[in-house]
């Protein structure tokens, strides 16, 4: 058994973290041991190994957060699950493992059918697109929403999940190269960011007002989205990938009536009720496993290469997500 542990955080996050063995205790009552089959490795996972998370566990730690597996052994008293089904591992507490232990109680079942690597990202990102696209503005089939960001493994999901409710897009992107792969997904516009994006958003809306802006990358690359805005519109930040904070003139505000928000998918499940959360992750799975929701991947790594697929992805211009199979391929 193998896992990928962390004992202290520095600004290069592959140097931080390595493989090392361990042996997994013996269950206790209510317990089971996961074999775990998929793990991506997701920004928020990177930010965590560099300190700069805005929740951080306790050292030493494993790193990941979401991942999904399969029962290899039932503590005494389990009865509610049985070997070899896949389930969703528990959200936090390092997912970057060959095995891990867990409580029962709380697992959601995976679908039998279905990718192992596409049901392995559906804790984070699928549920983040769809909150993003459902918490913030009241939207109807044919509606306009902007994101920046677009070719992210969000973006994706949002494209996909936006044409599946009627919504039509304007994705942003930093570069010409990474058009095409949102265009595959669904996108109905794909611009190349810059001074100018507001008046391009516009003319590609046809003059319909575009009611949501998310953005993913704060800075001034907020304010292009806020100007895209018709009157009364929201923007939504959920990342901070040019490590500047969100600027937005204060004209956005006061003449046009535009609002800005936060959304952070952990404050989420801390306030959602049980049968909310049942309820979008029922739907997320159910479209992962039918094969009508997934991500790009760009490549796979075994947990004795964990460096590197830090390394990989941490570096700049992914087309794809990075994911550990920890058991070998699947």
């Not at 404050?267 to 009720?273: D, G, K």
Request: charged share 20%; net charge neutral; glycine share 12%.
């Amino acid at each position: 058994m193998l896992k990928a542990q962390y004992s202290h955080r520095g600004p290069v996050p592959q140097d931080v973290i390595e493989a090392v063995p361990f042996e997994a205790p013996p269950l206790l009552p209510g317990q089971v041991l996961i074999e775990v089959l998929a793990a991506p490795i997701n920004p928020s996972d990177l930010l965590t190994l560099t300190g700069e998370y805005g929740l951080l566990p306790p050292l030493p730690a494993v790193g990941g957060n979401e991942g999904m597996g399969r029962i290899a052994a039932l503590g005494p008293g389990v009865d509610s699950l049985r070997v070899g089904q896949r389930v969703l591992l528990p959200i936090g507490g390092g997912s970057w493992t060959s095995h891990r232990v867990a409580p029962a109680q709380g697992l959601v079942v995976l679908p039998g059918e279905g990718d192992p690597k596409q049901l392995a990202m559906i804790t984070i990102n699928p549920p983040t697109a769809s909150l993003l696209l459902s918490e913030f503005a009241v939207l109807h089939p044919g509606d306009w929403v902007i994101q920046n960001a677009a070719n992210s493994a969000v973006g994706g999901y949002l494209v996909q999940i936006a044409r599946q409710r009627g919504l039509r897009t304007i994705n942003v992107v930093r570069r010409e190269s990474a058009a095409e792969a949102v265009r595959a997904l669904g996108g109905d516009v794909v611009l190349v960011d810059g001074d100018d994006l507001a008046r391009r958003a516009r003319e590609a809306a046809q003059g319909a007002p575009i009611r949501l802006g998310i953005d993913a990358v704060g800075g001034t690359a907020t304010q292009r989205i806020a100007e895209a805005l018709g009157e009364g519109g929201v923007v939504v930040n959920y990342g901070a990938m040019s490590r500047e904070p969100c600027q937005i003139s204060p004209a956005a505000f006061v003449f046009r009536d535009v609002s800005l928000r936060g959304f952070w998918l952990s404050r989420w499940f801390q306030q959602a009720s049980p049968q909310r959360r049942a309820q979008v992750f029922g739907e997320i799975a159910h479209a992962v496993a039918a094969g009508t929701l997934s991500a790009r991947i760009q490549a796979t790594f075994g947990l004795d290469r964990i460096k590197d697929a830090v390394a990989a992805a941490a570096a700049g211009e992914r087309d794809g997500k990075i994911l550990l199979l920890p058991n070998g391929p699947v």
